[in-house]
C-alpha cells in the first residue's frame, strides 16, 4: 500500500535525501584534501584553519534556517530546492574557473566560495531532508517512510564518501565539482516535482484518503471508529486524572 499510494513522494523524500548526502558527507569528510589540491603549498595548519572555517559559517547558516523553516514566504520544499540549486550553481562556477582558483594568490576566493556552499548546505537542504518526511505522510506509515528514506540518505553519505575519494584520485577537482553540482541540480528537480509542500497538506484528509486506499470504505471506517474510541478513552483518563489533582482527597 505504501509502495502504490506513495510511491514518487517516497521517491522524492528518499531521492532527494541521497543527493543531498552524496553531496553532504562527501565534501565535509573531504574538505581538507580538497583545499589541499586547490593549494598545495598552503601548510598543515592552514588547511586545518580553512577547514574550521567552513564549518563556522556553516553554522549560522543552520541557525537562520531554524528562524526562517516556518515562515510563509519560505516554507521547507522552497528551502530545500533554492538550497539545492545555490550550491550546484556555486560547484558548477568552482569547477568553471579552478585553474585560476588554483593560483597561490587566488585560494582566498576558493575559500569564500566554498564557505558560501557551505552555508548554503544548512541554510538549505540539510535542514530540511530529515523535515519533509515527517510531515508529508499519512500518520500510519509516517515513521515507516521517513526511515527508509533516512535509509536511502545514508546510502548517499556511503556514495559521496567513496566517489569524493575516488574522483580526488583520479579526474581531479573541476569535474569532481561538475559532478557534484549536477547532482545538486537533480536534488532540486526531485524536490521540485516528486515532493509537496507540506504547507498545504490537510493531514487529517491525507489520513482519510490513505487509510481508505489502503483498507477499503468498510475497513476504514471500522479503523477510523476504533480510534475515535481510544480517543475518547484517553480524554475520560485525562478529565478523571485533572480532577484527582484538583481534589487530593478524592478516591479513586
Not at 586547490?38 to 563556522?56: H, K, R, S
Not at 514566504?73 to 569547477?95: N, P
Not at 579552478?98 to 582566498?108: A, D, S
Not at 523535515?131 to 509516517?142: C, N, Q, S
Amino acid at each position: 500500500a505504501i509502495f502504490k499510494y506513495y510511491g514518487l513522494r517516497l521517491l522524492g523524500t528518499a531521492g532527494s535525501w541521497f543527493l543531498w548526502d552524496i553531496i553532504m558527507y562527501g565534501n565535509s569528510l573531504f574538505s581538507k584534501q580538497v583545499t589541499r589540491q586547490v593549494n598545495e603549498g598552503l601548510g598543515q595548519v592552514e588547511i586545518t584553519g580553512y577547514t574550521w572555517l567552513y564549518t563556522a559559517v556553516a553554522l549560522p547558516g543552520y541557525f537562520l534556517a531554524a528562524f526562517t523553516v516556518d515562515r510563509a514566504w519560505l516554507g521547507r520544499k522552497r528551502l530545500q530546492t533554492g538550497g539545492f540549486v545555490i550550491v550546484g550553481a556555486l560547484f558548477f562556477l568552482i569547477g568553471g574557473i579552478m585553474p585560476i582558483l588554483k593560483e597561490p594568490q587566488n585560494t582566498g576566493i576558493f575559500v569564500f566560495l566554498y564557505c558560501l556552499a557551505t552555508f548554503f548546505y544548512q541554510f538549505g537542504a540539510n535542514s530540511t531532508t530529515f523535515l519533509i518526511p515527517a510531515e508529508v505522510f499519512a500518520t500510519p506509515v509516517r515513521a515507516r517512510c521517513h526511515g527508509m528514506s533516512a535509509m536511502s540518505g545514508k546510502l548517499g553519505a556511503l556514495v559521496g564518501e567513496q566517489g569524493i575519494a575516488q574522483m580526488l584520485d583520479t579526474i581531479g577537482l573541476s569535474p569532481m565539482f561538475y559532478i557534484m553540482g549536477g547532482i545538486a541540480l537533480a536534488g532540486a528537480a526531485t524536490t521540485a516535482v516528486l515532493i509537496p509542500d507540506s504547507r498545504t497538506l490537510d493531514l487529517e484528509a491525507e489520513d482519510r484518503s490513505f487509510i481508505k486506499a489502503w483498507l477499503g470504505e468498510e475497513g476504514a471506517e471500522k479503523f477510523f471508529q476504533t480510534s475515535q474510541r481510544n480517543a475518547d478513552a484517553v480524554d475520560e483518563l485525562e478529565l478523571q486524572l485533572s480532577q484527582q489533582d484538583l481534589d487530593p482527597h478524592q478516591q479513586p
